[in-house]
């Protein structure tokens, strides 16, 4: 509960006192209110905020001074209404209700009421006004505003000695509250602590000294484990590509060897291949040139039987043309050449022989 609730709950006993000594015109009339007497009100006190628990509501004190205006002025259900001060109110705020809705309603009915009220107030005013008298007397007290005046000026002592007291109970209930208030303590050096923690100013920076520092190592420390994994992973990388670097130079040894292997295979076979080329053109060529010159056979050159047709002749001579032709020999060695020179001399020998 705060000062000013503690202060309001003190003042406002005396305040309901102070009102009920002054002279009361009207009581006031104690049934509930009617419906359009509560939209009234509630509407004139929708800007005042509800009381916490166990504290006056100043929202339920405003419905109350509403509805006791209200009955004052135009009595309960606003009886007082002459009928043509009602059907002023209904032909002016009826249009508001049903285009612009229940608030502007009830706000125009208040606007009316208000003018109302300070309308009758004038009026009544004017009429209390005394006549001017044509000799009043000197120093001689009315009978009538006497009484007036006094209750007044008792009125004015009671509610300035209320308020007085008041003032004084505030005050001393503003010392008994501060003075009550828990003294807080700081729970490292027991030293006296502000409201807002349980730490002194000393203990509380000494603390945030050690957080920072606290927060300044573990920083350290991690960035140190980042560094540290930083360089494990560079490491690592470098180790697998030194490794990829050895197996793809083992792969490429491998391969070359593999390629030197099959062209020295190859060589080798080719070799062997022209040596043979070349041993059987040797025995082909002695056997040549150990025959006699008489037994040239172009059927044997040619390869047909005696009795064989022109048509096949000139077969067999198209095909050995084309197998004694220089071309095929021209990257061999010059003994092949020259055996396959006189092959196809050979050849065009047996055909000239055997066509003509």
């Not at 006004?129 to 004015?156: D, G, H, V």
């Amino acid at each position: 509960m705060t000062s000013l609730s503690v202060v309001w709950g003190l003042m406002a006993p005396f305040a309901m006192m102070a009102l009920g000594t002054a002279p009361q015109v009207d009581t006031p009339d104690p049934s509930p209110p009617t419906a359009i007497e509560q939209a009234l009100v509630e509407r004139a006190c929708s800007g005042v905020a509800a009381g916490r628990p166990f504290e006056t509501d100043p929202h339920a004190q405003c419905l109350s001074a509403q509805l006791v205006s209200l009955r004052n002025d135009f009595g309960r259900d606003l009886r007082r209404l002459s009928a043509s001060e009602r059907n002023m109110l209904d032909s002016t705020c009826s249009r508001m209700q049903t285009s612009l809705g229940r608030e502007a309603y009830l706000d125009c009915i208040t606007g009316q009421l208000t003018a109302l009220r300070n309308r009758r107030n004038r009026v009544k005013g004017a009429a209390a006004e005394p006549a001017p008298l044509a000799a009043p007397l000197a120093n001689a007290p009315s009978p009538e505003t006497t009484p007036a005046a006094q209750a007044s000026s008792r009125t004015a002592m009671i509610i300035g000695g209320v308020l007085l007291t008041i003032a004084a109970i505030a005050a001393g209930a503003l010392v008994v509250v501060g003075s009550r208030r828990k003294r807080r303590t700081c729970r490292e050096c027991g030293a006296a602590a502000p409201d807002s923690g349980d730490l002194c100013s000393n203990c509380r920076r000494s603390a945030a000294e050690e957080m920072r520092r606290v927060a300044t190592e573990r920083l350290a420390q991690e960035r140190a484990a980042d560094e540290q994994q930083r360089k494990q992973r560079a490491q690592e990388e470098e180790q697998r590509r030194q490794a990829a670097l050895k197996e793809e130079e083992a792969r490429r040894r491998v391969l070359e060897d593999a390629r030197q292997r099959e062209e020295e295979t190859r060589r080798r076979d080719e070799e062997a291949r022209r040596q043979r080329a070349d041993a059987l053109l040797r025995s082909q060529v002695a056997s040549i040139e150990s025959r006699p010159v008489d037994e040239f056979d172009p059927y044997a050159v040619l390869g047909v039987p005696r009795d064989t047709t022109r048509e096949r002749i000139r077969a067999a001579y198209e095909e050995a043309k084309t197998k004694y032709d220089h071309e095929n020999v021209a990257h061999l060695g010059v003994d092949i050449q020259d055996y396959y020179q006189a092959k196809a001399e050979a050849v065009d020998r047996a055909y000239q022989m055997l066509a003509g």
